[in-house]
Structure formats: structure tokens, C-alpha cells
């Protein structure tokens, strides 16, 4: 079979998902799921042809002479469909059992599909228009369902998701009229073609709006304040999926556009890529700390790994303006890996957040505690989730991050004396990252699943069903496979790769990477090993040493005090509070504490307890703005006075200054 | 041979930690404990039973067992008495402190298991010094990656010149800044305190008992002779063999421990002469470790060796 095939069966697929959504039928409906699974499989396949043949025009339907629909695959739109793919069909199996009590299941079902074909479609888009036409159909499917509860909360943050991603499309297609006006072609190739000899200044101001444009689907900072509205909103099946794939469209327009279309640049293109990266992954996961609310730690979460994968770019395009063309492929090859890494792993944390929220009812993570014993695969599914976000070895966040950690330090031997310094201050940022993404878990995780249960219905939590645990099941068995066998995913992103950089990067085999320039090497599957064997020898160790013991439970130590609770346990608050202080320049937190008292000092009857910190960028980036773009408008409204006579005379002076001027 | 070098870690480890305790007790003219006084703790400790929380669940029963084979691995990346071992090819100095973290990441999530406040005081206040030390680490250890050109532990120690320049200097004090911290010793943590309000790698620890403690013990004794040995490698790998003849190793073997017996007294030496730092005076000092770091590479740059 050939790549065109596979992706008109996987379309056929996701269409009959979608209609059949529509018919009428309770019983049985969510098994409708099955069909986006499978074309996810047919899409895979697809995208594994793309991304080890030669570029191909999968459909053309022109309209007139200039456009018309152009869908085409090469190497990297081959990538993107395998991660699209991947996680479909993980959250499709999910969606079986979560949406099966859901109230709007034909519309969701429906929503669904559509959702995953215009994914797809804008990975494929070969020409403007198909793009344009692509991103918006995805932009609002991607609203309706974000808004399918129809409560208030999730309008609020459907309404802010659909401004801001406006503003960013209406930044895209500035850069691609652009584009358009000075290559006289609408199609990608051929833009390409011409590129080179476009003014540098039109060149860079493309580049920024892209960036721009494609920065706020991707969320980064200050461009985020949607995704930590809109992804918890969203059901937690849609939030896997614009997590773990939604925002890497963003990604992979920014590739498409500033590494691939425009070609190579001055270096304050990939330097400024660098610094945007290294400010969205610390400030990113800084917010993620002080979440209670498990998907919207999540969500800041993702705002923390498009920083790292924008890391990985912003040092390939830097290498690759200064000439350092093996290193620029080390570099996008770190940022793409993180791509996929981050589609699996926040895919499986955000499927496990939902299971969650389906068996205790509740976002809040100082309501939860103690669910490891109530849902033992879910908890497992999750610490796999959490271990690979934080980047600890074995799993696939380390390489990734091992990848892009390699690519900042042989920043120092580019020429540049800006980059010598920027690139290990980056690294710098990616350690401190990985430190507060691990801490940042250690809450999530121990805070939810550890220690006695917070709440009555934490305690009444009840594992997930069979489907739900298989979708994760997958993902979690992905996220050790893409760790322990980087050399299978560094050999499906060579071929993108050399054509982007004409480069192929790291030595790799099945379980080994090798980076000549700095001699460094990596077997994750060895670390796995050793780390077994190792297990192995020490509980065989400690029972020759010691002979068999008894092992009794008791209760925790209590300091003699009895019966220990779950309100005494540390809180999710309480964890992050070193921090908080640590950081408050960042956080500027509020406190309120409100205390009445029966007699003053000594009995107190009740404590109020409040604090929050000032999210920064909403209060005085987006507040002020709004109350421009408000105060603007008021001025406006002065023109519309609801008099029909006024609007008369405006048509009447309309006309004459268009007989004047218009002749 | 050179493959099992890290044994060396496994047995030597709580020798070094009797040898600071002893030393420690010395300069503050107390007796002290035998050397040897570790050994026997593990040893009493792997002969007892357990009594375990009820409210734990299996991870609090994993994380000795996962801890004490991260640190193993670590200690088989690191060359110890020979750089020549085929185990550089697992991972390189960036592998080995992620090794460190994960070990940390399941001691922390285990503090939090009991579901008491200890556990969770521990294990919030030890993920925020790591907060502090971890980049400062990771930026005093690149200065030494960039000069060698690698971030390959042997092939760091292999070139590294012996002349001292200031950015070694510079990188070395953000460096033990980062050993005092990570092995929790004073002004970051006291090691020899079980007072609640103080402690923080103790309050993690708080619910284990028998062969789990013993294994967390051993494991940090091994972690504090690996940093060691890390800052040997980077900083004062003179007469560190690589040839791997029998003689050589054996002198290496001595000029190793000699190494380790230096670091010690240096670590004894600074828990007697410092006092315990509140926690939040901690970003300070560890700011100012970063601040080194990040001066040591500066002028790396600009003196370009």
C-alpha cells in the first residue's frame, strides 16, 4: 500500500466517525471510538512513509489559477502526523469509557473526529490558503468543544481561547500575505524557492509575526494566558489532545516558517527563539507550582515544555546562522524528540487527571490523597506520566532533554560571542526547569495519590474503566519505549532533519546515542538495565544479609498525639510555600487572614485563610489592554448613535468624498 | 576489572561517613564514634524488623530499593581509580545527576506517603534546596564540560590541565557549595538532628525503619562519596589512571583515597566552622554559589582556558 491510501482510509475513517456521531443512538455510541482509532493506526502508517520517502502530493484541488486546496506530506509533516496519530489513538480507546455517561456524546463524537482531520489537514497544507483554512477550522472546532459543558466557566475560557487565537491567526496571516507579496507564490515550495532573495527586513518581520502568531497557539509567554483557562475547561479526553498535539501545530508552523520556508537567518532569530523558549519553560512551570487545580498544573505545564522544545529549535537556528550545521541537527533533533515526548507523556497526564476527576469529582488536589491504593493503574499510569515529565532517566523526557542539555553546551563553540554566553545560561534554565518540574510533581503526585485520603470522595474513589486504562496503558508503555530506544526515533526524524539542516546529528543505534562533538554518549536502555539488575541484587542482597524479617504496619508517628488525620497532612500549599517566599518577587503572593474572636486575644472562634499570588501577565499586560481597546470602543460608539438621519449624512459624505477623490 | 570499580563506592562509602563523623567529633574535642560505627548501624539495621505506616502504599516499600540502584548506576557512569571503562557509553555527568534526582524525586514522593506533617515537610523543604542547587550545579560542572569538551566524566578528568586557572577556581567554590547542600550538611542541613523543625533529608526518611533505612543510609553515604568523587574527577584528577596496568591502578587506588580522605576533613572542617543557616536564608547562599557558576564561565569566555 502507499502513503496516499493509508491517509484516504484514515480520512474515510475519522469522516464516518463523525457522521455516524450524529445519528440519533444512545447505546453504545462511545464504541463509535473505535473508528478514530483506527484511522489513527492508517494515519501512523501514513505518516511513517512521509517521514522516510520523498515529499509527496497527497491531494490537489485547485479552484483558480493562483489558489485552490494543495494537501502535501514531506518528512516533517510526516513527524507530526505519527505524534497526531499516536496520541488519537490512545485517547480514542480512553473515550470509549470516559464519554459513555457524557450529555452531549453525538456532538463530542462529532467534534472529535473533526478536530483530529484538521490537525492533520494543517500538517499536510502544502499552500496558504489550505493552511489558513485548516488552522481556523481547528481553532473553532477545538472552541466548541472546549465549550461543550455549556457552563459558565468553560464559556468564560472558550471566549478568551477564541480571541486570543484569533489575534494570533490574524498575526499568521499577516506574515503569509507577506510571503505571498514578495514570492508571487502561495505554495510552500514555492516560497521556499524564492526566499532567499527576499529584503532581510521582510524576511525578519515574517518571522516575528510568525513566531507571534504561531507562539500563541503553542502558548508561550506572555501568549499563554488562554491555554491555563481553556485546556482545564475543556473535557479531559479534548484536553489530552490539545496538549498533548493541539499546541504543537504552533510548533510545527513555527518550523515550517522560520527553519524550513524562510531558510537560514541571521542569528538573532534563533537567539531571540532561545530566550523566548527559556523564559516560557521557568515561568511556566513556576505558575504550574502554585496550581491546585490538577489539569491547570498540567496546563502550565505545557507551557514549560513548549519552552524546552523551543530551546532545541531556537539553538538549531542559532547554530545553523553561524554556519554549525551538524550542531543545528543535534539541536532540532532535541526540540522534535521533546515534541513527541511531550504529546505521550502530557497526553497519559492529562487522561490520568481526567480518570481522576471522573472517580472523586473534583479538580482540586488537596481534595484527593490517598488514591494509589483506591486506583492502583491509574497511579501508575500517572507516576509513569510524572517521571517522564520531570525528565528523570529511564523514561523519554530524559533523552529529550539530555538531547537539548547537549545542544546548549556546544553552543560555546559557535563564534558568536552572544551565543557562547546565551546558550549555557539556556542550559541553566532547562536545569532549573527540570528542578521545578520535579518538585512540581512530587506535589502533584504525592499530594494526589499519596498519603490519606482529603475528602469523602476521595475516599469512595473507584479505579477507572478497562478502555480508560487501556488508552493509558499505551501511552505509558510509550513513554519507556521512546525512552530506553531513542535511536528508533532519532531514525524516523533524520530524514526531516537533513533536509532541514543538511545534517544528520547524533551517532545513533537502537539504545545509544553518540554526539562526536562532545563525545558524549547515552544508553537509557543500559540505565535500565543496570537499574533492574541492580534492584535484583540488592533485595537479594538485604536477605542474605539480614534473613527474613517480619514486616507489621502500625500508624505514622503522631508525636504521641492520637488519631492523626487527613487535615493535618501537608497540603498542596503548604508544600509549594518555601517557594513561594523563595520566588516572591515573581509571584508577588497576596495574603488574607481573617480571625474574629470571642475574646481578643486568646479564643479564637473561626480562622479565614486566604492567598493568592498575582498572575503577572493578566494583570498588567491584558487588564491595561483590554481597558484601552475599551475606552477605544466607547469613543467609537459615539459614531453610532442609533440616529437614522446621522447615518444618512454619513453615507451622504461617504459619496461625495468618493466622487472627489475617486476619479 | 575496571568495570567493577564501583564496588569501591558500595564498600568504602560509610567508611567516609565514620571518618567525618569522627573527625567532626575530634575538632569539636568529643571522642566520637568509632570509624567504623556506620558499618555496624547498617549492619544492626539490616538484622531488624519493619514496621511500616498503614496509610503507605507500594511506593513507600519501592523507593529504598530504587534509590539505592539510581545511586549504583551513578556510581558505574563515574570513573573512580581508572577512566578506562566501557560505562561512559550509559551516560555522561548530565545522566549522573539525573540519576541523583530521580533517587530524590521517589525519597520525597516516600516522605509524602505516610501522609504525615514530617514526611511532607521534609520532602518540600529537600525539592526546594534542589531547586537552588541543581542549575548552580549544572552551570559550575559546564564550565568544566566546555573546557574538556565533553560532558563525559572520564574524558573530563582525562584533560583537564592542572594548573588552576580562575575559572576552575570559581567553579569549584559554586561546586562544593553544591556537595555541602546535596549531602545535607551544614549551613544547609545538619545531618546529626532528628528536631523536627530543622531537619530535611531526616524528615523524609522519619518512617522507615530496619532494612528500608538502611538501604536510604547507604545509599546517601554512597551519594556523598560519589559527589566526592565527581569533584576529584572534575577538579583534581592528577593521578587518576587511564592506561589500566595493574601498579598504576594500584597507585591510583591510594591517591584516590587520599583524595577522599582530604575531602573529608575539608567536609568536617566546614560542618565544625559554620553554624546552620535558617532555611530561607538558604537562597542567599546558594544565589551566590550560582552567581560564581555563572562568573566562572564568564570568564572562561573571556580568558578562553
Known sequence: ?663 | MEYLQFIIIIIFSPLIQGLIKKLKANMQGRVGPGVLQPYYDLIRLLRKDMVVSRVTSWIFKATPYIVFASTVSAAMIIPIITTRSSFGMMGDVIAVIYLFAAGRFFMALAGLDAGTAFGGEGSSREMTVSILVEPMMMLSIFTAAISAGSTNVARIAETQNLFYSPPHILALSAFVVAVVAETGRIPVDNPDTHLELTMIHEGMLLEYSGRYLALMEWAHYMKQMLLFTLAADIFFPIGIDSGGAPALIAASFGIYLCKMFLMACAMALIESARVKLRFFQLPSLLGGAFVLAFLSLLTYIMIGK
Open chain 1, 1 to 663: 500500500m502507499d502513503p496516499e491510501s493509508f491517509l484516504s482510509i484514515g480520512a474515510f475513517c475519522f469522516v464516518l466517525g463523525a457522521v455516524f456521531s450524529l445519528v440519533p443512538f444512545r447505546k453504545g455510541k462511545s464504541l463509535l471510538y473505535l473508528l478514530p482509532a483506527l484511522a489513527a493506526l492508517n494515519f501512523a502508517a501514513a505518516g511513517l512513509y512521509l517521514a522516510f520517502g520523498e515529499p509527496a502530493n497527497i491531494l490537489s484541488f485547485p479552484i483558480s489559477s493562483v489558489f485552490g486546496f494543495l494537501f502535501c506530506g514531506d518528512a516533517l509533516s510526516g513527524f507530526f502526523i505519527i505524534a497526531i496519530s499516536v496520541l488519537t489513538f490512545s485517547v480514542s480507546l480512553y473515550s470509549i469509557g470516559y464519554t459513555s455517561s457524557m450529555k452531549h456524546q453525538g456532538l463530542m463524537g462529532f467534534l472529535f473526529n473533526l478536530f483530529i482531520l484538521s490537525m492533520i489537514a494543517v500538517v499536510t497544507s502544502g499552500n496558504i490558503v489550505t493552511f489558513l483554512i485548516s488552522w481556523e477550522t481547528m481553532s473553532v472546532v477545538s472552541y466548541f468543544l472546549v465549550t461543550i459543558d455549556r457552563d459558565k466557566e468553560s464559556a468564560k475560557a472558550g471566549l478568551l481561547y477564541a480571541v486570543m487565537t484569533h489575534i494570533g491567526t490574524a498575526f499568521i496571516i499577516v506574515s503569509f500575505l507577506l510571503l505571498y507579496a514578495y514570492s508571487g507564490s502561495a505554495d510552500f515550495a514555492g516560497i521556499r524557492a524564492s526566499a532567499a532573495g527576499f529584503p532581510l527586513e521582510i524576511k525578519s518581520l515574517v518571522f516575528l509575526f510568525a513566531v507571534i502568531g504561531f507562539g500563541t497557539k503553542a502558548g508561550v509567554i506572555p501568549l499563554h494566558t488562554w491555554l491555563p483557562k481553556a485546556h482545564p475547561a475543556a473535557p479531559s479526553n479534548i484536553s489530552s489532545l490539545m496538549s498533548g498535539v493541539m499546541i504543537k501545530t504552533g510548533i510545527y508552523g513555527i518550523v515550517r516558517i522560520a527553519v524550513d520556508v524562510l531558510g537560514k537567518g541571521p542569528e538573532w532569530w534563533g537567539i531571540a527563539v532561545l530566550v523566548v523558549g527559556a523564559v516560557s519553560s521557568i515561568l511556566g512551570v513556576l505558575y504550574a507550582l502554585m496550581e491546585h487545580d490538577i489539569k491547570r498544573l498540567l496546563a502550565y505545564h505545557s507551557v514549560e515544555n513548549i519552552g524546552i522544545i523551543l530551546l532545541g529549535i531556537g539553538a538549531s537556528m542559532m547554530f545553523r546562522s553561524g554556519g554549525l550545521y551538524n550542531l543545528a541537527a543535534v539541536a532540532l533533533i532535541a526540540g522534535l524528540y521533546h515534541t513527541l515526548n511531550h504529546a505521550v507523556f502530557k497526553g497519559l497526564l492529562f487522561l490520568g487527571a481526567g480518570s481522576v476527576m471522573h472517580a472523586t469529582h473534583t479538580k482540586n488536589m488537596d481534595d484527593m490523597g490517598g488514591l494509589m491504593k483506591a486506583m492502583p493503574y491509574t497511579g501508575l499510569f500517572f507516576l509513569v506520566g510524572s517521571v517522564s515529565i520531570c525528565a528523570l532517566p529511564p523514561f523519554n523526557g530524559f533523552v529529550s532533554e539530555w538531547l537539548t542539555f547537549q545542544s546548549l553546551l556546544l553552543g560555546f563553540s559557535s563564534a558568536s560571542v552572544t551565543s557562547k554566553i546565551v546558550s549555557p545560561l539556556g542550559g541553566a534554565a532547562l536545569a532549573l526547569t527540570g528542578a521545578l518540574a520535579a518538585a512540581c510533581f512530587v506535589k502533584a503526585f504525592g499530594i494526589s495519590f499519596l498519603g490519606m485520603a482529603r475528602s469523602g470522595h476521595a475516599e469512595k474513589a473507584k479505579e477507572s474503566s478497562g478502555s480508560m486504562i487501556a488508552g493509558m496503558a499505551v501511552l505509558a508503555v510509550l513513554c519507556l519505549v521512546l525512552g530506553v530506544l531513542p535511536g528508533v526515533v532519532t531514525s524516523i526524524l533524520s530524514p526531516a532533519v537533513y533536509s532541514l539542516t543538511g545534517a544528520v546529528g547524533p551517532t545513533s543505534a537502537m539504545s545509544f546515542l553518540h554526539i562526536d562533538e562532545t563525545a558524549a554518549s547515552l544508553s537509557p536502555a543500559m540505565i535500565l538495565i543496570t537499574m533492574a539488575v541492580m534492584s535484583a541484587a540488592t533485595l537479594a542482597f538485604v536477605f542474605v544479609a539480614g534473613g527474613r524479617r517480619k514486616l507489621s504496619y502500625g500508624d505514622s508517628w503522631d508525636c504521641g498525639i492520637p488519631a492523626l488525620n487527613a487535615r493535618m497532612q501537608y497540603s498542596a500549599a503548604a508544600f509549594t510555600k518555601p517557594i513561594r517566599m523563595i520566588f516572591k518577587r515573581i509571584y508577588l503572593p497576596r495574603r488574607e487572614l481573617r480571625v474574629s474572636y470571642i475574646l481578643k486575644p486568646f479564643f479564637v472562634r473561626s480562622i479565614k485563610y486566604s492567598g493568592e499570588i498575582t498572575p503577572f501577565f493578566e494583570k498588567f499586560l491584558y487588564e491595561p489592554a483590554t481597558d484601552v481597546i475599551q475606552k477605544i470602543a466607547g469613543k467609537v460608539r459615539l459614531l453610532q448613535s442609533g440616529s437614522l438621519h446621522l447615518y444618512l449624512g454619513y453615507i451622504l459624505i461617504t459619496l461625495v468624498l468618493l466622487l472627489i477623490f475617486g476619479s
